[in-house]
């Protein structure tokens, strides 16, 4: 099975950009389609990103359409997660997840197989 590990949090002024790797272990991570997830204090986990096990497909919420982008490199076992014209309301523990279902599936967040631990984004104003 998968496990994942999220880095690239941090604190950065609203305006500026991050970008969030999710690193996986096991040799099947090309067949998992890929996701990012944020939980904001006091509020429920929401969509973020998603892509396809190719990288043919991506899926994306309108509150970061045009800001954010996924990506991933099947070599490195890695999922990207580029931020940009980061806003307050941005502010969120992140999370990646994968599901070997499909990204359709990874888009909904149910019963997703794998989650990680998280990595904290904080944007000031």
């Known amino acids: 099975q998968v496990q994942l590990i999220e880095s690239g949090g941090g604190l950065v002024q609203a305006g500026g950009s991050l970008r969030l790797s999710c690193a996986a272990s096991?040799?099947?991570?090309?067949?998992?389609?890929m996701g990012w997830f944020r939980q904001a204090p006091g509020k429920e986990r929401e969509f973020v990103a998603a892509?396809?096990?190719?990288?043919?497909?991506?899926y994306y919420a309108d509150s970061v359409k045009g800001r954010f982008n996924i990506s991933r490199d099947n070599a490195k076992n890695t999922v990207y997660l580029h931020m940009n014209n980061l806003k307050p309301e941005d502010t969120a523990v992140y999370y990646c997840?994968?599901?070997?279902?499909?990204?359709?599936?990874?888009?909904?967040?149910?019963?997703?197989?794998?989650w990680g631990q998280g990595t904290l984004v904080t944007v000031s104003s």
């Open positions: 096991g040799r099947t991570f090309s067949h998992y389609a």
């Open positions: 997840a994968a599901d070997g279902r499909g990204v359709g599936a990874v888009r909904t967040g149910r019963r997703l197989e794998v």
């Open positions: 892509v396809s096990w190719s990288a043919g497909i991506t």
